[in-house]
């Protein structure tokens, strides 16, 4: 059976001090975890976060990769430069980078590719909006996303890691019920299927509101591999919670 991930998202917080007890807490309490650990740390970190984590099992993400190879790109970070300091995942089309920084599917699917092609594995947000939901549109959009991605990686489609995150869900305690993230998540794996024959290794992880409460039903989920964690990837205890119901 492949092994889960568990992924933190620790968006714009944190600090030297902070990320340093954090990441100690996480590590002390942690013992040998067996599903896979990552945290996405603010691109600023991630130098110190990559000596903390130096030879331990919880790898480093990115919050966003550029999707251009190097140049005249003021403020971006290339694939290049992440992989510098020892990164494996990179987050690519967060909802909140939809939002506010105006991202497109399109520019979402080269931001995975460019992942792809730097040797980091892009976990792929997609994830409908409250108004979409209500309106009967979950699937046609999350499927609109991720045929994106699909469509600009081809075969490679198969080394992503895919994240299910229902926008109304993130940072607001509402859950979606383990059964509606299910449903979500096998339209999800049926058109991956449809792409590749390697759709049941592809990770398809569920976020919005994951807690220390309601991982282990999300995770009990068939289609359910693991978590993209935001603000109880900041407290050591309740990760280390959601690390031990992903075992
Ligand atoms: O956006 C998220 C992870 O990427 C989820 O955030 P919360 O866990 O804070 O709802």
């Known amino acids: 059976m492949m092994k889960k ?3 933190g998202n620790w968006k714009m917080n944190g600090s030297l001090a902070a990320n340093d007890k954090l990441l100690k807490d996480i590590l002390a309490g942690m013992g040998q975890a067996t599903c896979e ?3 996405g740390v603010p691109a600023v970190y991630l130098a110190q976060c990559q000596i903390l984590l130096a030879g331990t099992s919880i790898d480093l993400a990115s919050q966003d990769i550029s999707a251009q190879e190097s140049g005249a790109y003021t403020g971006e970070i290339s694939g290049a430069m992440l992989k ?3 990164v494996r995942y990179a987050i690519v089309g967060h909802s909140e980078r939809r939002q506010y920084h105006g991202e497109t599917d399109e ?3 080269c931001k995975a590719q460019r992942a792809l092609k730097c040797g980091i594995t892009p976990i792929v947000c997609v994830g409908e909006t409250l108004a979409e939901r209500e309106a009967g549109k979950t699937d046609e959009v999350v499927k609109r996303q991720l045929a994106a991605v699909i469509h600009t990686n081809g075969h490679c489609i198969s080394e992503v890691v895919v994240a299910y995150e229902p926008v109304w869900a993130i940072g607001t305690g509402k859950t979606a019920t383990p059964e509606m993230a299910q449903q ?3 339209v999800l794996r049926a058109q991956l299927k449809a792409a590749s024959e390697h759709a ?3 990770k398809l992880l569920y976020g919005g509101s994951m807690n220390a409460a309601n991982a282990a039903q999300l995770l009990a989920q068939p289609d359910i591999d693991g978590g993209l964690i935001g603000g109880a990837a900041l407290k050591a205890q309740d990760f280390l919670t959601i690390i031990a119901a992903a075992a």
């Open 84 to 86: 510098e300091f020892g």
């Open 5 to 7: 991930l568990i992924a």
């Open 200 to 202: 049941d290794c592809i």
């Open 107 to 109: 520019v979402v699917a």
């Open 184 to 186: 979500v998540h096998a």
């Open 37 to 39: 650990v990552a945290v």
